[in-house]
């Protein structure tokens, strides 16, 4: 019996051994399958929080170009305000040059129209061509006057350019110099909706 107790000993010795390795094995299978879990939860948290982020630089890039669509309806709309009705386009760019010279002191010496054109496909505003009318001025009087006619020209309220200036002194006196200015001066207009 001793050795049967003793044996029975071992074997219940033996089997607690076997059950607590038993239990640690199912132990660490657990914790893999567990780790495994977290790795692949941690790589979706990963890849939401990317996602989230991402979307919020969509909506970022979203509100900037609504505010920058809104900035360009804006400046389209100036552009089309200022630009000349076709019919007056002429007129409108005359009786502004011969304000601007009368304001100034400037003398109109000569004001000639210069080729009606179309500025090309480059220069298509809003899907529409740019007529444009030029004059070709010549003006006399001082450097002073000359700048407060360039002051004048600068207030207009419509579109227009100043596409070349020359200068030439008359005469040469210190104080009451007089020069003839010409200059190339256009306007613009937007062909009518058809």
Not at 80 to 92: M, T
Not at 145 to 150: D, K, W
Request: net charge negative.
């Amino acid at each position: 019996m001793g050795a049967n107790k003793q044996m029975s000993s071992h074997l219940k010795s033996l089997a607690a051994v076997l059950i607590a390795s038993g239990a640690v094995l199912f132990f660490s299978i657990w914790m893999l399958q567990n780790r495994a879990e977290h790795s692949v939860q941690k790589q979706e948290n990963e890849r939401l929080t990317a996602d989230l982020s991402d979307t919020r630089g969509y909506k970022e890039s979203a509100a900037r170009l609504r505010k920058e669509i809104t900035e360009l309806d804006a400046a389209a709309d100036d552009l089309e305000r200022r630009l000349a009705s076709r019919s007056l386009q002429g007129p409108q760019l005359v009786d502004a040059i011969v304000k601007s010279a009368s304001v100034s002191g400037m003398e109109t010496a000569s004001l000639a129209e210069l080729e009606r054109r179309e500025e090309g496909v480059a220069n298509d505003v809003l899907g529409r061509k740019l007529r444009v009318v030029s004059y070709n001025p010549a003006m006399e009087g001082s450097y002073d006057e000359l700048v407060t006619f360039l002051q004048s020209v600068d207030g207009w309220g419509f579109l227009h350019r100043i596409e070349s200036i020359k200068i030439v002194a008359l005469n040469r006196q210190d104080d009451d110099a007089t020069v003839r200015a010409t200059m190339i001066i256009s306007s613009f207009s937007m062909e009518e909706d058809r």
